[in-house]
């Protein structure tokens, strides 16, 4: 029994510092070398060696230059794309039903990239209605899904992208990032007409139990937005909360 369970920790320590990797990697276009990985990730060099060894055989990881950097590898992407796929395809009767319930389109985004993008969509029948289509990217600063994305990454990984998008606007940025404390504090996310006038949103961030994070957001022209905000609020926590067990969340 003591060798089981030793066997079972040595496991688990395993797979922690492979994930704290990865983790490490998240976001590096151009790779990292072994030692800013170390560096990053508090393991020893040797150890982070071995561990790039072992996931690049697997395609986890890859070479990105000749001076011994590694990036992510073909294998997470195609992961990650399965993984979408998934969310969407499990979230999509709770974005139905949360459409029929308030009678406004209801989209579902991801992050791809340094971009929002839409990967499902349930469009109300309204006359006047915010429609885009799917695959569409949305900047994250200025638009309902993105800071609600952005709000669920770690800060120097939303502080980041809030850069990419506003180089020359420090102030923005810092405006942004107080944003975002909101957004983590109270699970919402708004955009009032700040990205196209006219059109205001709300949104909330839903993770699976891989740790995937998403977006469900509701779009709205302006006209009707400012007088249901309560009511939308509400009906969009509460169906968050159900895509969020239905896709195996600890909530």
Known sequence: MADAS????TGIQVIARAAAVLRALEGEAGGLSLGRIASRTGLP???????????????????????????LGPALARLATTARADMARIAHPYLEELSRRIKETVDFAVLDGDDAVFIDQVVAPNQLRAEFSLGDAFPMHCSAHGKAILAALD???????????????????THLMKELDE???????????EHIKGICAVSAAVRDSLGGVGAISVPVPATRFYDNEDTLTAELLEFCRRIETALGAAV
């Open 6 to 9: 030793k066997d079972r920790k």
């Open 45 to 71: 060099r040797s150890t982070v060696q071995r561990i790039v060894g072992s996931l690049e055989t697997e395609g986890w990881v890859m070479a990105a230059s000749p001076e011994g950097r590694v990036r």
């Open 155 to 173: 800060i120097p990984r939303a502080e980041a992208l809030a850069e990419a998008e506003l180089p020359k606007e420090p102030d923005r940025v």
């Open 183 to 193: 957004v983590r504090r109270t699970g919402l996310a708004f955009d009032r007409e």
